[in-house]
T-cell receptor, first 111, second 114 residues
Framework: LAKTTQPISMDSYEGQEVNITCSHN???????ITWYQQFPSQGPRFIIQ???TKVTNEVASLFIPADRKSSTLSLPRVSLSDTAVYYC????????????FGIGTKLQVIP | KAGVTQTPRYLIKTRGQQVTLSCSPI?????VSWYQQTPGQGLQFLFE???????NKGNFPGRFSGRQFSNSRSEMNVSTLELGDSALYLC?????????????FGDGTRLSIL
C-alpha cells in the first residue's frame, strides 16, 4: 500500500498557477496516481489520473517524474472557485479497500 | 447522464437506533463503494459491491453492512448507532471498480447522532 504525503494547506492569489506535490516513495509498478477535488458538503470530484510522464486535460496537468516517487498537480490561473481540498491517491488493481485518501491539501485562493 | 444520487442528504438519529442510506449509481456502473468521512480521519473505505456481491471490505465493525440490488442501486445500514458514527457517508460508482478508473461520488448523506 503506497502511502502518500501532501502539504496540509496552501494559499494562492487569483490568477496564479498552483502546484501541489504529492510524495509516494513506495509506489508499486502497477499503481496509478489519481487526484480528486472536494468542496465543502460535496463528494470528491475526479480531476486527473496518470501513470507516468505528463497528462493534461481541460482543468489541470499532472507531472510524474521518471522514478514516479512523486507527482505534481498543476492548476493554471486559479480562481476563487478552486478553493477546495485536493486529494492524491496511489493505487492499483481491483477494489478500493487499499485506497487511502488521507486528509488532502486545503487550497485557499485569495482575491 | 445523471450523477450519483444519495438519499437522504441529512439524517438525525439517536444512539442505539439503526439507519439505512441509499445510493443510486450512474447508469451502467456496476461497482458501488461506500466511504465514511470525518474531520479527523478523512475518507475511510467501508465496502464495495459489484454485481450484487460484496467484493471488498474495509476495517469497520459488523454494525456496518450493505447490499446491492440487481439494478446496481445500493443501500448501507448501520445498526446500534454510536456517537462516533456521526459523519458524512459518501457513495461512489464506477464501471468495473478498478482503481485505474475514476470514481464518481455523490454528495453524501450527513448523519448526526444525538
Amino acid at each position: 500500500l503506497a502511502k502518500t504525503t501532501q502539504p496540509i494547506s496552501m494559499d494562492s492569489y487569483e490568477g496564479q498557477e498552483v502546484n501541489i506535490t504529492c510524495s509516494h516513495n513506495n509506489i508499486a509498478t502497477n499503481d496509478y496516481i489519481t487526484w480528486y477535488q472536494q468542496f465543502p458538503s460535496q463528494g470528491p470530484r475526479f480531476i486527473i489520473q496518470g501513470y507516468k510522464t505528463k497528462v493534461t486535460n481541460e482543468v489541470a496537468s499532472l507531472f510524474i517524474p521518471a522514478d514516479r516517487k512523486s507527482s505534481t498537480l498543476s492548476l493554471p490561473r486559479v480562481s476563487l472557485s478552486d478553493t477546495a481540498v485536493y486529494y492524491c491517491l496511489v493505487a492499483s488493481g481491483e477494489g478500493y479497500q487499499k485506497v487511502t485518501f488521507g486528509i488532502g491539501t486545503k487550497l485557499q485562493v485569495i482575491p | 447522464k445523471a450523477g450519483v444520487t444519495q438519499t437522504p442528504r441529512y439524517l438525525i438519529k439517536t444512539r442505539g437506533q439503526q439507519v439505512t442510506l441509499s445510493c443510486s449509481p450512474i447508469s451502467g456502473h456496476r461497482s458501488v463503494s461506500w466511504y465514511q468521512q470525518t474531520p479527523g480521519q478523512g475518507l475511510q473505505f467501508l465496502f464495495e459491491y459489484f454485481s450484487e456481491t460484496q467484493r471488498n471490505k474495509g476495517n469497520f465493525p459488523g454494525r456496518f453492512s450493505g447490499r446491492q440490488f440487481s439494478n446496481s442501486r445500493s443501500e448501507m445500514n448501520v445498526s446500534t448507532l454510536e456517537l462516533g458514527d456521526s459523519a458524512l457517508y459518501l457513495c461512489a460508482s464506477s464501471d468495473t471498480g478498478d482503481v485505474n478508473q475514476p470514481q464518481h461520488f455523490g454528495d453524501g448523506t450527513r448523519l448526526s447522532i444525538l
